[in-house]
């Protein structure tokens, strides 16, 4: 069954492609093979590239053939054009008779679900006629050449050089055929660009000429550069922004106009930026806010008599009976009475009030009177009580699983903005048992109560509310059950938590201190295979065993997640993100005279550690089709004190798996060079999870988009995990500065991914490069990899299913 997958895996990615992309073509038409760009000297390629409209169908390397071509066939042997043009036709004609019945029945419900159905088949099927069935809008046609979109996109090119300081540039095309295949070179002669000598605005008035003047260091247009139109709308922008935040509220960046006068022969340019004055005045002035008034709308206008009316920080509040606080409004407001308006204090009242999860509508505006400007903040309140159901399916190590979880949300609990919140959990998840290769489903049970206050409850500081509103400051206390059922044991655990979290203002840096993690954790049942293991490993002297004795785990940690670029969209361009968490479990353990573990006859255990961990991610660009991602963690664990050298099992860290070395099953790498377990053949079983104390991993990734959903990527992983200390049961497991790097373990591979936006499915097949547990010398097992095993040696291949991009 295994080697079945594996060979299914390959069959998928190469039985569609056994047709050429040049067959069948009409007479007369040439496929679009390839485009070249030449004469480029200092313009980016790839930027240029961009507007040429055609671009060829993606081909397996070395080959003729297209697999989303091959898909896009496929799907035309079961679609008929005028069969989808006629149903189109007869609903649209349905959609008609509809509307007129619900001209004479506006109230109808049942017409309005027919009305609204008609319009999504409609929806559907225009894109049925527009662009074929499912099958053929996954795959993509065969690109045939258009000389009038390749001279479209020779103009283009050429308005990206005008507009970039290439005034003089010229461009055209060539096209070559070679029987159906046509090959278009884009020529382009760049010329001398021109440079900015000056740049200087133009405008009678003194306040923004003081306000420019004291914010040109942040010009987006620098005299000496390069002529670029981006810069320019930028700066438009900027200009824009920077009034509106120095008290011009009527301003907008229609008064700005950009005169750029050309000197030919000097191939220089010189920008005048002019600031019109306003039609409806003498000059653009600056407003002050004169007032403030919060109203939370009632539910309904039965409910106007019982308006509550307060004032607070000078600003005017009207809620709906006394149900909210004027105090925690108050601090997600930024802008003050009497000062200047601010566009940047505006967005960020409205970001913050929408944190708080009360109002389902929040709008601010303002009336003018004069240069007063009267605020205005009308919120209209959420329901008061919301409950989600999901169904789903979960992937976590290999095997896919259904779960279902439900939460239920009161908002403002307290009437200080508080929520109380309820949520359950249950599902199947696939896990690898712990004691052999095969993958088991797990059963998963949780639940929990939380209140999340919107403010620090510690400490009362008088003002501390308003000094940290605008850093949407959270306190969260939880009590809550979870429960395992594993193929090897049983373990559930009790826990509570308080937790404190903000983030700074334009939101790359996340934190949270959890103030106090307490848990009480219980293994009732352990199958007699795995206790033997455990007791086996203590008769050796590793007391791993502790781990799942009864125990309480306190710990107090601090995570902070700093987000350049938002990491995670990876329509962005160049984004990283770096994760920093500490722990130290135990501490009140100091103050206390327990027991050891090491103890004879102990039935608690209990446990004292530190732990440190960095993962650091970065997603590079390289054009719009390709990206380079690459990710580094490491995470240390040291035990001391009564735990006598053991963590809890949750602290440990586990290397391999679909998220980490993708060329191990999952949690069976390392540590350092220890030597698992072989079959009669010599051949590596890797029945038994690998804990360890220490980890060391980088993984890089080339990803590439092939055609509709499907994207591909070529895979290294690196790295290991290790032991503090020596481990009688696994030689080689410590880490030791003289070794550690002749330990690293290699994998590399391919990987399918198919990417609908809301859902991305992996497919990765990993093969084993250098591995550890070799002898000195034997490491390197690639070679290994021939036409008469491709997959190498048993258990040399792993293939790995994921949901989401595994960093």
């Not at 790097?741 to 490069?769: C, N, P, Q, S, W």
């Amino acid at each position: 069954m295994k080697f079945t997958k594996y060979i299914l895996f390959i069959y998928v990615l190469g039985s569609l492609v056994s047709c050429s992309i040049t067959k069948n073509v009409p007479e007369g038409e040439y496929v679009l093979y390839d485009n070249e760009i030449k004469g480029i000297e200092l313009s980016e390629e790839e930027l240029l590239a961009a507007y040429i409209s055609q671009e060829p169908n993606t081909r397996i390397p070395f080959s003729n053939r297209s697999l989303g071509v091959s898909i896009y066939r496929v799907g035309t042997w079961f679609y008929d054009s005028l069969k989808v043009a006629a149903k189109l036709e007869r609903k649209q004609l349905e959609l008609t008779q509809v509307q007129l019945v619900r001209d004479s029945l506006p109230d109808d419900r049942k017409l309005q679900k027919r009305q609204d159905k008609l319009n999504t088949q409609i929806e559907d099927l225009e894109e049925k006629v527009e662009f074929g069935n499912l099958v053929m809008r996954t795959g993509n046609p065969v690109v045939l050449l258009d000389s009038t979109k390749t001279q479209k996109s020779t103009q283009e090119i050429k308005d990206y050089l005008v507009n970039h300081g290439f005034f003089d540039a010229t461009t055209s095309y060539s096209v070559e055929t070679k029987k159906e295949k046509a090959f278009v070179t884009y020529l382009i002669d760049e010329k001398q660009p021109y440079l900015v000598d000056s740049f200087y605005t133009r405008t009678d008035n003194e306040d923004i000429i003081r306000v420019l003047k004291a914010n040109s260091s942040d010009s987006e247009v620098k005299t000496g550069e390069r002529y670029n139109q981006d810069r320019i709308s930028s700066e438009r922008s900027r200009i824009e922004v920077l009034l509106k935040n120095n008290g011009f509220y009527m301003f907008s960046d229609s008064y700005i106009e950009y005169n750029v006068y050309q000197d030919t022969s000097a191939k220089r340019v010189a920008i005048e930026q002019v600031i019109f004055k306003p039609s409806f005045a003498e000059k653009h002035k600056i407003f002050t806010i004169d007032s403030i008034t919060f109203q939370v709308t009632p539910p309904s206008i039965d409910f106007v008599d019982e308006k509550v009316k307060r004032e607070y920080r000078d600003i005017d509040f009207t809620f709906y009976k006394d149900r909210y606080s004027a105090k925690l409004f108050a601090s997600r407001v930024f802008f003050e009475e009497g000062k200047p308006y601010h566009r940047n204090d505006i967005i960020e009242t409205q970001k913050q009030l929408n944190n708080l999860d009360l109002f389902r509508f929040l709008n601010i505006s303002f009336d003018t009177l004069g240069t007063s400007l009267t605020a205005k903040v009308i919120a209209q309140p959420n329901q008061k009580y919301q409950l989600t159901n999901q169904v789903g399916l979960s992937v976590t190590e290999q095997l896919p699983g259904p779960f279902f979880s439900s939460s239920l949300r009161n908002r403002n609990f307290f009437h200080s903005g508080e929520i109380l919140e309820f949520n359950f959990r249950a599902g199947l998840e696939g896990v690898a048992s712990a004691t052999n290769q095969d993958v088991y489903q797990s059963k998963e049970l949780s639940a929990s109560a939380s209140v999340i206050f919107p403010r620090f409850l510690i400490p009362f500081s008088p003002g501390i509310l308003a000094k940290y509103g605008r850093y949407n400051p959270n306190t969260r206390t939880s009590v809550g059950y979870s429960y395992t059922n594993r193929p090897e044991y049983t373990r559930s655990s009790l826990n509570s938590q308080l937790s404190y979290s903000w983030a700074t203002l334009n939101n790359k840096m996340q934190f949270t201190v959890n103030a106090a993690d307490i848990a009480y954790i219980r293994t009732p049942n352990i199958t007699g295979e795995f206790l033997q293991i455990l007791e086996d490993l203590q008769s050796e002297g590793n007391n791993l065993i502790w781990s799942f004795l009864p125990s309480f785990v306190s710990s107090f940690s601090v995570q902070s997640v700093i987000n350049f670029n938002q990491y995670g969209n990876f329509k962005n361009n160049r984004a990283t993100l770096l994760r920093l968490f500490a722990e130290s479990g135990g501490t009140s353990l100091n103050f206390f005279d327990v027991p050891s573990n090491d103890e004879e006859d102990i039935e608690y255990a209990n446990f004292q550690w530190l732990k440190f961990q960095a993962d650091y991610r970065r997603y590079h660009p390289l054009d719009a089709k390709q990206t380079l991602a690459y990710r580094v963690n490491f995470g240390i664990a040291k035990p001391y004190g009564v735990s006598a050298g053991i963590l809890p099992y949750e602290k440990y860290f586990f290397s391999g798996g679909s998220n980490s070395i993708r060329a191990w099953q999952a949690r069976r790498l390392g540590p350092g060079s220890a030597v698992p377990t072989a079959d009669e053949e010599g051949n590596f079983t890797y029945q038994n999870e690998q804990p360890a104390e220490m980890i060391m991993e980088s993984m890089m990734e080339y990803r590439r988009k092939l055609f509709g959903y499907f994207n591909m990527a070529v895979f290294v992983d690196l790295g290991n995990s290790w032991s503090i200390g020596y481990d009688p049961t696994r030689p080689g497991a410590d880490f030791e500065y003289d070794r550690f790097y002749k330990e690293i373990a290699v994998g590399t591979g391919i990987g399918l991914r198919m990417d609908f936006d809301f859902l991305v499915i992996r497919l990765d097949l990993a093969t084993k490069a250098i591995d550890p547990a070799q002898p000195e010398g034997e490491r390197f097992i690639l070679d290994n990899l021939s036409w008469q095993k491709p997959l190498g040696n048993k258990g040399q291949t792993v293939l790995n299913f994921g949901i989401g991009y595994p960093f």
